[in-house]
């Protein structure tokens, strides 16, 4: 019985996982057309917002620019100015890990829960690190 359920809880998170990937994909595609205006924009909030609005395990969904900073987010606006430099999914990133990263559990700075972090690194058409 127990095995059952663990199966059962690994496909859900499997599945979880998958979808969010795919929005982290769509939303580094919209980013890069919008990376000038990035904080300042109502519209990648709404974004936000919607996407974690779609996920029942999302608490939040937010962009960190290259420099380590709260580039937008769905828990506020305006952007609040909040350093994740020293975040692992972000030092990740900005070390070369070119995956999906799912973090250790933390306190979240802004929503002050439990949360994981599932988080992609972004790049420059160049191939730059551009955040996260």
């Known amino acids: ?12 998170l499997t599945k979880e996982l998958r979808l969010q990937q795919e929005e982290l994909k769509q939303t580094n595609e919209r ?23 779609r996920h029942e395990q999302v608490t939040s969904a937010y962009v960190v620019g290259p420099n380590g900073r709260l580039a937008n987010t769905s828990s506020g606006f305006p952007v609040p100015d909040l350093d994740v430099s020293d975040r692992s ?33 972004r790049s420059t058409a160049s191939g730059q690190f551009n955040g996260v």
């Not at 057309?33 to 936000?48: C, I």
């Not at 990740?92 to 972090?117: K, L, Q």
């Open 1 to 12: 019985m127990r095995t059952e359920a663990l199966l059962e809880q690994s496909q859900t």
């Open 31 to 53: 980013l890069e057309q919008q990376a000038t205006t990035l904080r300042k924009s109502e519209e990648v909030h709404r974004a936000l917002v919607a996407i974690a609005d």
């Open 89 to 121: 999914y972000y030092k990740a990133a900005r070390d070369g890990f070119r995956g999906t990263y799912i973090g250790e559990p933390v306190t979240g700075r802004m929503t002050r829960s439990h949360v994981i972090n599932v988080s992609r690194g």
